[in-house]
């Protein structure tokens, strides 16, 4: 199973941004999807955006202003976060999963543990 480990959160103001990491570790990668999920207090689990680690990726619309991207060399994905609202409170997940991208958490096997990220008006 692979091991992620997720950081870059923290405390900013409406207009800032911030790049998100996780860091990938403990199998060999080719064959993986990565996804960012997010999940605000009361609410369900969101789908944020997922990249393979051939450059294929997708993303939620509702989160135009993010953008994801791999460094295969470090096992890591990115997550940049622009134009940050206070409506993107929320605990920020990666997630891996064998195969291709999906959307719905139940499509993935390996989740980290999250970092915060809050978003003062």
């Known amino acids: 199973q692979v091991q992620l480990v997720e950081s870059g959160g923290g405390l900013v103001q409406a207009g800032d941004s911030l790049r998100l990491s996780c860091v990938a570790s403990g199998r060999t990668f080719a064959n993986y999807a990565i996804a960012w999920f997010r999940q605000a207090p009361d609410k369900e689990r969101e789908f944020v955006a997922a990249i393979t680690w051939n450059g294929a990726s997708t993303s939620n619309t509702q989160t135009g202003r993010f953008f994801i991207s791999t460094d295969n060399a470090k096992n890591t994905v990115f997550l940049q976060m622009n134009s940050l609202k206070p409506g993107d409170t929320a605990v920020y997940f990666c997630?891996?999963?064998?195969?291709?991208?999906?959307?719905?958490?139940?499509?993935?096997?390996?989740w980290g543990q999250g970092t915060q990220v809050t978003v003062s008006s």
């Open positions: 997630a891996a999963s064998v195969g291709r991208i999906g959307v719905r958490p139940n499509e993935y096997d390996s």
